[in-house]
């Protein structure tokens, strides 16, 4: 494989631009930092990385996914604490008036800990360092929060506030009384949901890795507190070993260190087996990094970041699998009065004694009338006396004699208990993935003496799965290929047919794109039924006859076979 000599990230959103994949949004007006257009390939692509992780989380874990609106009212975000917290720190260039984040100028001068200082001690701190837009020193200026959530106003008018949705998982939350009587009033079950979210990012410069809108992932896993050390799929990476990057060892400048899931969920280095469990599953190219203590969002305990390599940016944080605890369902049942619990029944009732205290209603009834069944729920809750029990009504102390009310101790049955589940969050940035997957597919080499570009894209996220040439589009062999090209559609698979110029220039084309595969119909065609199909990495060719294609090109772009396992004897 041949390195590219400059920048990949100029390289890959130079061919994202030219070919289709990424376009800057509304153009001809400007482009608006933070926003994308996925272009043809590019939206065929994010889908297809879309439709693996729902292969993932909804048919392999049986997490239903569910859509919600991407505006939700106000209480809705107070409640999960964004209205007061979702804020990042902000300066403005005295110089060139650029809003800039301030920790991140921070970080750029080597200033470590910066989101966690203190306003006035990052102002202070940040004084000597340059303003990435003018390279000038800043010298002195303010640092302020900014909330970084859209608000909008909901009907005409402007009494009720709303906002886009700064995360997805806030409409699992709220849906959490429904999604209960759909699992059937058992734990643990899940959600997940992919949509759109908004962040009004202070300086976006960073392509599809910091957007003002961008797609997430998300699941959204509500378990008993007390199992969450009990995963039912545990066992599947219990020996699984990976490098993990923990708090401590950050704070101490060291390496990630090995070790199996058992090990760090026994050692009390990540939190439970729920957590590690999605860390596993993630897991494939990445590297792991837990949360600083000082890091971590207002609602979770524990939170690993997988974090993809890029060469331009280092290691950028791509998906984030939080415990959320009991945080977002306790402040969405006070905020909006709905009790969001679980009743667990116990396997055996438990036996327990209580108190009673029955009132004589005849008597008691006509004397405190309208306030009689104030008196009766004050008494039940009275600690009573062998002269009889004193309560409260509102400023009224009232005394009950003894012989007004009959004390009972009795032992009774509990069926089981109303508990707040917790919440594991696997959430996963759409676009990140699809920038790191046109990153790492990107490369040059060397064909037929010339220097190709080729985005070794994996046959499952590739937009165009098979091209389809006719040698020449003529003497029938553009019929033929045009037939096989239907074939295809017929059985989903998305095949481009192409018989413009040289069959070298056509290949280029599709190689630049990632197309895994392509069939020529030549004049060989007319004779035995076979055509040629290539494999775009190799460049190597075989004959297969055009009745066996579909199946063939089918098993290949699933990954149910190689083109290496094709016969030999068929090689061209
Ligand atoms: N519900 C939890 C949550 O939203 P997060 O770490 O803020 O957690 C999850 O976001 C993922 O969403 C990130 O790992 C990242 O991939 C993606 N993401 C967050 N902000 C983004 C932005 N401004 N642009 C693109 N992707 C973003």
């Not at 006035?120 to 990435?132: K, N, Q």
């Not at 998906?319 to 306790?330: F, Q, S």
Request: net charge negative; glycine share 6%; aromatic share 10%.
């Amino acid at each position: 494989m041949i390195q590219c000599s400059d920048d990949v990230f100029e390289n890959v959103m130079d061919l994202a631009r030219r070919r289709g994949f990424i376009w800057p949004t509304s153009e001809c007006y400007g482009a608006v930092a933070g926003f994308i257009d996925y272009g043809p390939l590019g939206a065929m692509m994010k889908r297809r990385v879309e439709n693996i992780w729902r292969d993932f989380y909804i048919v392999r874990e049986g997490y239903y996914e569910i859509e919600c609106p991407t505006i939700a009212q106000e209480a809705v975000f107070i409640a999960s604490g964004h209205v007061k917290g979702f804020s990042d720190k902000m300066c403005q260039c005295p110089h060139c008036r650029e809003y800039l984040r301030a920790d991140h100028v921070a970080e750029a001068g080597n200033i470590t800990n910066a989101s966690v200082m203190k306003n006035e001690d990052l102002a202070a701190a940040i004084t000597s360092c340059r303003c990435p837009a003018c390279d000038t020193i800043l010298g002195n200026v303010e640092v302020f929060n900014f909330n970084l959530m859209f608000s909008t106003t909901i009907g005409p008018g402007s009494q009720r506030t709303g906002y886009l949705r700064p995360e997805t998982a806030q409409g699992m939350f709220v849906d959490f009384s429904r999604l209960l009587r759909f699992y059937r009033d058992k734990l643990p079950f899940g959600a997940v949901q992919i949509g759109k979210s908004y962040r009004n990012e202070i300086s976006p410069r960073q392509g599809m890795i910091r957007l003002r809108e961008f797609t997430q992932a998300e699941a959204e896993i509500f378990v008993h507190p007390n199992e969450k050390n009990h995963h039912p799929s545990f066992q599947r990476y219990t020996d699984y070993r990976m490098p993990l990057l923990t708090f401590t060892r950050q704070l101490k400048c060291e390496d990630p260190v090995e070790m199996s899931m058992r090990e760090a969920v026994d050692k009390g280095i990540i939190a439970n087996e729920y957590v590690a469990y999605y860390v596993a599953l993630t897991h494939e190219r990445l590297r792991f990094r837990q949360h600083l203590p000082d890091e971590r969002a207002h609602y979770a305990t524990d939170c690993w970041d997988a974090e993809v390599f890029s060469p331009r940016f280092g290691w950028v944080e791509t998906v984030g699998i939080a415990d959320r605890t009991d945080y977002d369902l306790n402040a969405h049942a006070a905020q909006s009065g709905t009790p969001m619990t679980v009743f667990i029944q116990y396997d055996e009732p438990k036996k327990t004694s209580r108190r009673r205290i029955i009132p004589n209603m005849s008597v008691l009834g006509k004397q405190y009338r309208t306030k009689a069944k104030a008196v009766f729920a004050a008494l039940e809750a009275a600690l009573p006396t062998p002269e009889g029990a004193d309560i409260e009504i509102g400023d009224e102390k009232i005394h009950i004699p003894a012989h007004l009310f009959e004390v009972r101790d009795e032992v009774i049955d509990i069926r089981g208990e109303y508990i707040v589940p917790h919440v594991i969050e696997p959430s996963y940035g759409i676009d990140r993935m699809c920038y790191a997957v046109l990153e790492q597919a990107f490369d040059e080499d060397i064909a037929d003496g010339e220097k190709r570009t080729v985005m070794r894209l994996s046959p499952k996220v590739a937009p165009v799965q098979v091209a389809v040439f006719p040698l020449m589009a003529r003497d029938g062999l553009d019929t033929i290929a045009d037939d096989i090209t239907r074939t295809f559609h017929k059985k989903s698979i998305l095949a481009e047919y192409d018989d413009n110029g040289a069959i070298g220039r056509r290949y280029r084309r599709q190689d630049e794109i990632g197309t895994p595969f392509a069939i020529t119909v030549d004049y060989t065609t007319k004779e035995n039924n076979t055509v040629t199909l290539r494999d775009r990495d190799s460049m190597e060719q075989v004959r297969i006859p055009i009745p066996e294609l579909t199946e063939t090109v089918g098993a290949l772009v699933e990954g149910r076979i190689t083109f290496t396992s094709l016969h030999r004897d068929k090689t061209v």
